[in-house]
């Protein structure tokens, strides 16, 4: 059966491969996505290599990448995912990732990058993101920590957890835009947006597009690190990574 030929409901289902050398990794993953029901795990794999002869046989929506594996690495193994089956999306993972990580991820064709500490809700987010061909996906975690990475000044803590009224009035931001800006700095696609906020995605994605020229940003990746930055939204804190 094809990935276009599976629906459930009348919704399209999303079809995802699994590769990563952990087999509890893997079948934690698969769990978390098993609990989605437009989501489907249709394999799962430990190499790179065993990933693309699957995929040449029957390519998946999306692919969930280890960023360290045997043999060939997950960016290597991005890169000819993306050149054989373009219609294929690749979320690159780690335990640990650096903005380095991200760039040459983003470089190979990822749709993304996000920790394996991602929430099962986080994760299932980003892999429709992913499908819907959103922009760069970016689990929070990850960007405060690329920001703290880059030398930035951890953002300030915002009573009530969003932009102050002077900071919405000095970059032109409505409040719409701020709602829709937290929630894409959660890793929420446009689709997720709209069901939070009762609104339709072409509306969403005229707010995105709002959001990017008015903080100067080209992706959603720049977005969120802009928000950051700039205390519009509070980011997690990175976790604690010990030798």
């Known amino acids: 059966m094809t990935a276009d030929a599976r629906t ?5 289902m999303t079809t995802v491969m699994i ?27 430990g190499t790179a290599d065993e990933a693309l002869r699957v995929l040449d046989l029957d390519p998946a929506d999306v692919v969930l990448m280890d960023h360290t594996l045997p043999g060939m690495n997950g960016i290597d193994a991005t890169r000819l995912v993306r050149a054989r089956h373009r219609g294929t999306s690749v979320l690159l993972m780690t ?8 760039r040459e991820a983003l470089s190979a064709g990822a749709s993304g990058f996000l920790l394996k ?4 809700a ?10 819907d061909h959103a922009g760069t996906v970016l689990t929070p975690q990850l960007a405060a920590q690329i920001t703290a990475h880059a030398g930035h000044a951890p953002a300030p803590t915002i009573v009530g957890g969003g932009p102050t009224q002077e900071q919405l009035e000095d970059l032109g931001l409505t409040e719409r ?4 800006l937290a929630l894409l700095c959660s890793a929420e696609s446009n689709a997720g947006i709209a069901r939070a906020l009762s609104l339709s995605e072409s509306t969403v994605k ?13 992706s959603r990746l720049q977005i969120a690190l802009s928000a950051f930055e700039r205390g519009l939204v509070v980011p997690p804190q990175p976790p604690t990574v010990t030798d």
Do not use: N, W
Request: one cysteine or more; glycine letters at 6%; charged letters at 25%.
């Open 95 to 102: 335990t640990f990732g650096t903005d380095e990580q991200v």
């Open 8 to 12: 459930t409901e009348g919704r399209d």
């Open 19 to 45: 590769c990563d050398d952990d087999p509890i990794v893997r079948e934690a993953l698969g769990s978390y996505l098993a609990r989605e029901e437009d989501l489907e795990v249709v394999a799962q794999v």
């Open 206 to 218: 005229s707010h995105v597009s709002s959001l990017m020229t008015k903080l100067g940003c080209t």
């Open 117 to 120: 500490s991602a929430s099962p």
């Open 122 to 131: 986080a994760l299932a987010a980003a892999v429709r993101a992913a499908h």
């Open 177 to 180: 835009e701020s709602e829709v």
